[in-house]
């Protein structure tokens, strides 16, 4: 069967060049399950991206959703 591929694609704002970060990426299931899939680096306000074959990792379906800072792991400032 044809693997789920799931792209990231994500930017940091309002930061300086060397800032960087590791932001959790999560993954809910059909059935409302939530895990953490990984962490994305970011650097500055550079664009980062990935791809990740989700059924490499067991997933047999594709996620209900993508989420970040699910548990508010990263903090900011409004």
Do not use: H, W
């Not at 309002?14 to 970060?21: L, S, T």
């Not at 939530?34 to 996620?63: C, H, N, S, W, Y």
Request: charged fraction near 20%; aromatic fraction near 8%; proline fraction near 4%.
């Amino acid at each position: 069967t044809d693997g789920t591929v799931l792209n990231i694609s994500l930017t940091q704002s309002n930061v300086g060049n060397d800032f960087r970060m590791l932001v959790p990426v999560y993954v809910e299931l059909n059935n409302g399950r939530i895990f953490r899939l990984g962490f994305m680096p970011l650097i500055g306000g550079e664009t980062q991206t990935q791809k990740v074959d989700l059924t490499q990792i067991g997933l047999k379906e594709a996620p209900k959703r993508v989420m970040l800072n699910y548990f508010d792991d990263v903090l900011c400032e409004k």
